[in-house]
């Protein structure tokens, strides 16, 4: 891509099968939605500086891509942006990324490594979604929400760290990970939504701390717990834990 191109337009290359390199020589600073989607044949990617947005859609089912090297001064990532690129296994993010879109990296299917940078402050709904070949992550530590679907489906997912400022976990934000086998809800979280959990069918511990006021239906359920001690007053909708799981209260009730 020329130095003086400053904008990569919408569906500039979209469904272009020639190309199989892309270059940018100069400060572009934004690539638009679809411009590259659809680039089966695409292998590499050099970024340059100057770089500041992603679009929506940008790299879309580009399968052949298997590394992304993202420049330092991009502050988004819009939603779809690299999902479906079942090539793609690592991906370097900057440390001035602030907003990774929805469904960003869904369905990247051996994606297995991600450093998601301390400058994110939100990440889209299902942004990691079906990525079946990712094994942890850190998440970074000024996230609010954990959004719907963010992990769901993630069968190889064996840790998670959840930041202490994370407020709500949303509705099937881990559903069926099925290799997570514990997890700590730390105080700040005031709201798991329903099935955030659930069929994480190896899941045998969950710690969680007197802030945690609700538990949203079948949050829990087909987990492997047995027995979970939940502070006092909290709110716990249908079926949030299967039937044998016993519920322990800290006051030292008993449900």
Known sequence: IPADIVV????????????EEISFEGPTEKIGRNAFSGCKNLRSVDFSEGLISIGKMAFFNCSKLDFVEIPDGITS??????????????????KSVKYIGESAFEQCSNLREIIIPESVERIGAAAFRSCTSLRSVILPPNLRNIDDYLFGVCPHLTAITIPDSVLKIGDDAFFGCSSLSEIE?????KIIDSTAFNSCVSLKNAVF??????IGFMAFASCALESVTLPPNIVIQEHAFDDYCEIQFMDGGEK
Do not use: C, T
């Open 77 to 94: 990532i819009g939603s779809f942006a690299f999902a479906e690129m079942s090539h793609l296994e690592k991906v370097i993010l900057p």
């Open 185 to 189: 809800i730390p105080e700040s979280v």
């Open 209 to 214: 701390h007197r802030g945690l006021r609700e």
């Open 8 to 19: 990569v337009g919408g569906g500039a290359f979209q469904n272009n099968e020639y190309i």
